[in-house]
């Protein structure tokens, strides 16, 4: 072989050497976007998720809290309805206690009374 040929041959190889670093800077310059943009999407997402996560919580917090009055209100009412029927429930059995004393003792001091009068 010639020395140009060889020459030639040299060059040929430096080329490719350099074509190959080039490619390998490239490659690594893309990588590191790449790693670059996937950070930077990470925090976004983790932003958005926590905020979504805070207006989700104060949601259910502000349903929790509607949720909660409304049933201490519903208690409150079935509690009153429930006192109502109590006393009334206590009434009758204080009048039924007392019409059959009042039959039972009543008419006999009247009784009484008229045998002693």
């Not at 990470?42 to 949601?59: A, D, M, P, T, V």
């Amino acid at each position: 072989m010639s020395i140009k040929v060889i020459d030639y041959i040299r060059d040929i190889e430096v080329q490719i050497e350099y074509t190959r670093r080039k490619f390998a800077e490239e490659i690594q310059l893309i990588e590191n976007n790449y790693h670059k943009e996937v950070k930077e999407l990470q925090r976004n997402y983790q932003f958005q998720l926590k905020e979504y996560s805070l207006l989700k919580e104060s949601e259910l917090e502000s349903q929790l809290t509607t949720e909660q009055q409304q049933l201490e209100k519903n208690f409150e009412e079935n509690k009153a309805a429930l006192e109502m029927k109590f006393a009334q429930n206590k009434q009758e059995i204080v009048n039924r206690i007392l019409r059959e004393v009042l039959n039972q003792y009543g008419n006999r001091q009247n009784e009484e009374a008229d045998t002693v009068s």
